[in-house]
C-alpha cells in the first residue's frame, strides 16, 4: 500500500451535528523531505477516536481545534523512510500524534519508538499506547491500588477506564464503574473485567448508584468525568482513599471554569488524597506497563479487540461509522504495510 | 492551689453576640472516682480559644456543640492522682481535651503522656501540643516542604499558621499568609517568620493577593480555611504543587456542603497532589516534632508567647478577654501546681 504521493484527509468544513463525507477533502501533495532533527515517517496504522468529533468545533479546550483546510491530526503507528535526527534511523517504528496522511515529517522527539513483537502493531495507539499506560499508571502508582481495594472509575468503558477494569482485577481489586449507555455498562462486566457498573444517564441518584455499584465504599477512585459523578464518588470514599485525577470530560467545553465538588470537608474527615497526573511525566512507569501488558495480553488476562479498516481514503467513513457505534473495541485504520 | 472539692464551670445559657459573664455558672461536686481503666487527673493548665465560642451556639459544625447546663470542654494539661488504667501512674503528666473544672475523670486511652522538662508544661496546649504537631506534620510529612519551596499558609496568624511560618523558615522555604487584620499581618512578619502577608478581608482579587505574596507562585498550600481563598491559592500553585488539607473553617457553621474551588482542571494540568490529613493518626511524627522543637525552642529558633490567668473561677473573663484581644500570645489559664 506504499505512495508515490503523499495522500491527506484535510477538515474541509466543520460539522453541525454529525460528521458527514462531505466534511473532509482527500488532497494530494509530494512526498515532504526532513530538515535536521526530523524524520520522515511513513504512517501504518492510525486511530479515530470521538475526542476527534470536539476537536472539529471551532471550541476552546484542553486541545485546540482542527483547523478548517489544514490536515486533519491522529495518533498513528509509523516507520521511519529518512531520519535526520540522531535518536532514529531507517526501519525504526515509532508512534505519536501526526496527520491523517500517508506520509509524515516531524521533529524526533515527538514521537516514541515502539518495537514490534507478539503483540499486534496497531495494538500501541490503544492498548499499549497512552490508554493502557494512563490506565496503569493511574491506578497502580497514583492511586497505588493494591489487593482487596474497592475501585471505582468514571467514563469506565472508554478507551482507558476498560483497561483501568481489567488491570484492577489482575491486581486483586474489586471494581465498578459508570458509562453512558445500558450497552456500554454490559460491555464493562462481560468484556472489561468490572464487578458491576451503572449508567450515570438514567441513575435517579448518582451518590445511591456508586453506593450500590460499590457496597463497601471507594478505596480507590479512577476520575476521568469530574462535575456530578465526582462529588457522588467523593461521597462514597473510604478512609485513607486515594483519587487519581485522570481527566474532566464534563469540563472540557465549559466556557468558566466549573466550581468543585460539594463536601471538600470529606477530604480531611477521610483523609483523602487526590492526586492529578499526566502520563508522559512517566516514562518508565509506562515502558514498565508495555512489557507487563504484553505478558498479561498472551496470557489471555488482558483482552482487546480493534476493528480495522483499511487505506487512507476510508478514513472520515471510519471515523463516521466509529462515531455510530458501528466499530467493536477501537477503530483503527490501517495506510500501509510495514517494510 | 489544689482544692478539696471540684469547681467546674457550665454552659449556664447560649450567648447572643460577645460572650458574657452570665452565660456561665460556676458549680462544685465531689471529687470523682475513676472506675477499671480511667484516671483520676487534676487538672493544671487549660487553653482557652476562639473555635469555644463556635461551640456555644446550637449549631452543626465539625465538632458537637456544647450542652446548656454541661461542663465546658477544653485542652488540658494534668497529673494523675489516681489510676485504673495500666498505661498511667500517679503523678504522670498528661495532655487531651477535658473540663473546665479542677479535677476529671477520663478513659485513660483519650489522654497522652507529657513530660516535664525545659518547656514549661503549659506549651503542651500550644506549640508543643495539636496546633504545633499539625503545623510540623502538614508542612513537612503531608505536602513534603523542603529547602526552596515556596509555601503559602492561610489563617497564617492562628494557633496552626503561626508554627507553620516559622517551622518553613527553619526548613528554608520561604513563606507567604493571609490574616483577617492589618494588625495579624504584622505579627506574620515580626513575630512568626513570614516574608510576605496580606489581609484578605481588604484584598480586591484574592488571587492578585497570593500572586503578589508568592511571586514565584506556590509549591506548598497549608490550607486551614477552604472557599474563596483555596481557590485563590489554587490558581497560584506551581507544578506539582503539594496541598496539606488541614481545615476548612470558611465552610464548619455552612448547614449544607459548599461547592469546591473552580479549576480542578488544574489538578491535572499543574499534577497536584491534595491531601487531607488529621493529626492524631501520625503519633510517631508529633513525638519527632516534640523532641525537634524543644531544640528550636531553646535555640530561639521558634517562638511563643503567652497569657496566664489564675483560677478556674477567672476561666470565663479569660475567655472572655481573649476573644475581645487582651491576650498576647496564647491564652491559657492556671488551674493549680504540679505536685
Same mark, same amino acid.
Request: aromatic share 8%; hydrophobic share 40%.
Given at each position: 500500500?506504499?505512495?508515490?504521493?503523499? %495522500?491527506?484527509?484535510?477538515?474541509?468544513?466543520?460539522?453541525?451535528?454529525?460528521?458527514?463525507?462531505?466534511?473532509?477533502s482527500v488532497t494530494e501533495e509530494a512526498i515532504p523531505k526532513p530538515a535536521d532533527g526530523q524524520v520522515l515517517v511513513r504512517n501504518i496504522f492510525m486511530s479515530v477516536d470521538p475526542y476527534m468529533r470536539g476537536?472539529?468545533?471551532?471550541?476552546?479546550?484542553?486541545? +485546540?481545534?482542527?483547523?478548517?483546510?489544514?490536515? /486533519?491530526?491522529?495518533?498513528?503507528?509509523?516507520?521511519?523512510?529518512?531520519? %535526520?535526527?540522531?535518536?532514529?534511523?531507517?526501519?525504526?517504528?515509532?508512534?505519536?500524534? /501526526?496527520?491523517?496522511?500517508?506520509?509524515?515529517?516531524?521533529?524526533?522527539?515527538?514521537?516514541?519508538?515502539?518495537?514490534?513483537? +507478539?503483540?499486534? /502493531?496497531?495494538?500501541? $495507539?490503544?492498548?499499549?499506547?497512552? +490508554?493502557?499506560?494512563?490506565?496503569?499508571?493511574? $491506578?497502580?502508582?497514583?492511586?497505588?491500588?493494591? %489487593?482487596?481495594?474497592?475501585?471505582?472509575?468514571?467514563?469506565?468503558?472508554?478507551?482507558?477506564?476498560?483497561?483501568?477494569?481489567?488491570?484492577? !482485577?489482575?491486581?486483586?481489586? !474489586?471494581?465498578?464503574?459508570?458509562?453512558?449507555?445500558?450497552?456500554?455498562?454490559?460491555? /464493562?462486566?462481560?468484556?472489561?473485567?468490572?464487578?458491576?457498573?451503572?449508567?450515570?444517564?438514567?441513575?435517579?441518584? $448518582?451518590?445511591?448508584?456508586?453506593? @450500590?455499584?460499590?457496597?463497601?465504599?471507594?478505596?480507590?477512585?479512577?476520575?476521568?468525568?469530574?462535575?456530578?459523578?465526582? @462529588?457522588?464518588?467523593?461521597?462514597?470514599? !473510604?478512609?485513607?482513599?486515594r483519587v487519581a485525577l485522570c481527566g474532566m470530560i464534563s469540563n472540557y467545553n465549559m466556557e468558566d471554569p466549573q466550581p468543585g465538588p460539594r463536601g471538600m470537608m470529606l477530604i480531611i474527615g477521610r483523609r483523602?488524597t487526590i492526586r492529578g497526573f499526566i502520563v508522559s511525566d512517566h516514562p518508565k512507569w509506562c515502558d514498565e506497563y508495555v512489557r507487563k501488558a504484553i505478558g498479561w495480553l498472551k496470557e489471555g488476562r488482558l483482552?482487546?479487540?480493534?476493528?480495522?479498516?483499511?487505506?487512507?481514503?476510508?478514513? +472520515?467513513?471510519?471515523?463516521?461509522?466509529?462515531?455510530?457505534?458501528?466499530?467493536?473495541? %477501537?477503530?483503527?485504520?490501517?495506510?500501509?504495510?510495514?517494510?
Open positions: 500500500m506504499s505512495q508515490a504521493v503523499n %495522500k491527506q484527509i484535510r477538515l474541509a468544513s466543520r460539522p453541525t451535528g454529525w460528521v458527514a463525507a462531505n466534511n473532509f476537536r472539529m468545533n471551532d471550541v476552546k479546550s484542553y486541545i +485546540p481545534p482542527f483547523q478548517v483546510g489544514a490536515v /486533519l491530526q491522529a495518533g498513528v503507528v509509523s516507520q521511519v523512510v529518512e531520519s %535526520k535526527y540522531d535518536g532514529l534511523k531507517e526501519g525504526d517504528l515509532v508512534t505519536g500524534m /501526526l496527520g491523517w496522511e500517508n506520509y509524515s515529517v516531524t521533529d524526533g522527539r515527538l514521537v516514541r519508538q515502539v518495537r514490534s513483537g +507478539p503483540a499486534p /502493531l496497531s495494538y500501541h $495507539l490503544g492498548i499499549l499506547g497512552m +490508554p493502557g499506560m494512563t490506565a496503569y499508571v493511574g $491506578l497502580t502508582k497514583i492511586a497505588e491500588a493494591k %489487593k482487596g481495594d474497592n475501585v471505582f472509575v468514571t467514563a469506565a468503558s472508554g478507551a482507558v477506564g476498560s483497561v483501568v477494569g481489567q488491570l484492577a !482485577r489482575i491486581h486483586g481489586c !474489586r471494581v465498578a464503574g459508570s458509562a453512558g449507555s445500558d450497552e456500554k455498562v454490559s460491555l /464493562l462486566k462481560s468484556d472489561f473485567g468490572y464487578n458491576a457498573g451503572f449508567n450515570y444517564k438514567t441513575s435517579k441518584s $448518582l451518590t445511591e448508584s456508586v453506593q @450500590e455499584a460499590c457496597p463497601k465504599g471507594v478505596d480507590v477512585l479512577f476520575e476521568n468525568v469530574g462535575g456530578d459523578i465526582f @462529588e457522588a464518588a467523593l461521597w462514597n470514599m !473510604r478512609d485513607y482513599g483523602l483482552t482487546y479487540r480493534e476493528t480495522i479498516a483499511e487505506g487512507i481514503e476510508n478514513a +472520515p467513513q471510519a471515523f463516521i461509522d466509529m462515531l455510530k457505534g458501528k466499530n467493536t473495541g %477501537k477503530q483503527i485504520v490501517q495506510l500501509a504495510d510495514i517494510d
